[in-house]
């Protein structure tokens, strides 16, 4: 059911490099033959060490990914952000019917009156209102669509 | 500059769908990735290497790189910060404050009146509660009285998260 974030006492520690790929390495990944060899003679390391550095941060969850971030709309697909008022009494069942959405990127519980709120996200824009009939008359819940009107650029971040 | 939201998305040529669906869970962690992709998908390396280039340039792919998780990092609070600001400022209050270090993400998004009256949202994360309230002051502070009313929803708990992903049927049973 329900993932809950771990808690903070679970913080794991983080040498150096492990600070240096997470800093350093959110963006400008190189498209090359060796890109591995080229990232690894700026951090002073063998292409082997990064690679498994790498490999460890993903698989203790401290990376939750490692690759190109694609940007939905402009690669054509839809994307919004939607909000729902679940009764207290339904939210399990309804988080259920929701969730069982393959275009439900991501599903949260927040505190508020709008107590739901998840992120549609289509390979084709078209599909978003659809995919809101769809939830509606399933869950009886009332959808508020707030689909982004500017994006505003954020630097990269969680500095280690 | 302001990375606007594009209004000229075209739909994706089948070669940059199956690069796309190749590596849209991560690059294989293999000394020559791209090499493994296009091995992959039946195409030469150079096209690959040269498809990915021009999804860089146009923005298609925002970067290569990798993505650190806020909660195995210790950022186990956040909360969803939202604003009421006119619209003829929001998008220079937007820049200010997608600037600021404990954002990750910000948008202008439309309000639905009278339940939602927010049209300025900032994720802002930190190691509880308490900072995460801290840093919305911040923004509370930068916005002055152009700000009528603003609210910050914390999570409570994460009900989904599976990223985005092409190549799915839009209504299948999932694992939740």
Redesign the interface.
């Known amino acids: ?8 006492e ?3 520690m983080l040498d150096e490099l492990d600070k240096r ?2 800093n350093e ?5 190189p ?7 080229l990232v690894a003679r700026r951090f002073d390391i063998d ?2 060490m990064l ?1 498994s550095n ?2 460890r ?2 698989d ?18 839809g ?1 919004t ?1 939607c ?1 729902m ?1 679940v009764p207290d009494d339904r939210f399990e069942e309804v ?2 019917a ?17 107590n ?3 992120v549609l ?5 078209s ?1 978003i209102a659809s ?1 809101i009939a ?1 939830i509606e008359a399933q869950t009886g819940c009332k959808i ?17 | ?6 209004s000229s ?4 040529s089948e070669l940059d769908r199956r690069i ?1 669906l190749a ?5 294989p ?7 493994r992709v296009a091995h992959m998908i039946g195409a030469s ?1 150079e096209l690959v ?1 040269a498809r ?2 021009a ?2 340039a ?19 609070a956040n909360g ?1 910060t939202v604003w009421d600001v006119p619209d003829r400022c ?2 220079r209050y ?2 200010r ?3 600021l ?10 309000r ?1 009146r009278p ?2 009256p927010y ?1 300025l ?1 900032a994720m802002v ?1 930190g ?2 509660r308490t900072v995460v309230r801290e840093k919305a002051a911040v923004i509370a502070n930068m916005l002055g009285n152009d700000c009528t009313d603003h ?1 910050v ?22 694992r ?1």
């Open positions: 059911m329900a993932i809950r974030p771990p808690s903070g679970s913080k794991p790929i997470i390495l959110q963006g400008g990944f498209i090359c033959d060796d890109p591995f060899a292409e082997q690679i790498i490999r941060l993903l203790l969850g401290i990376l939750s990914r490692f690759g190109p971030m694609y940007h939905a709309e402009r690669m054509g697909g994307l952000l909000a008022a988080a259920q929701v969730n069982q959405h393959a275009a439900v990127a991501h599903n949260y519980e927040r505190e508020h009156e709008l739901m709120w998840f996200a289509t390979e084709d824009a599909e995919v769809a508020y669509n707030m689909p982004k009107i500017e994006e505003f650029y954020v630097g990269l971040h969680l500095a280690v | 500059m302001p990375a606007t939201t594009s998305a075209t739909s994706l796309v590596t849209q869970a991560g690059l962690l293999d000394p020559r990735p791209f090499h390396p290497g990915l280039k999804m860089l146009s923005g298609q792919i925002r970067r290569i790189g990798v993505v650190p998780n806020h909660y195995r990092l210790g950022y186990v969803m929001v998008a937007g820049e404050i997608g600037a270090d404990f954002v990750s993400h910000c948008y202008h998004r439309p639905h339940v939602w049209n949202f994360h190691e509880n609210d929803l914390f999570s409570k708990r994460i009900l989904k998260k599976t990223g985005l992903r092409l190549g799915q049927p839009q209504t299948s049973s999932s939740y």
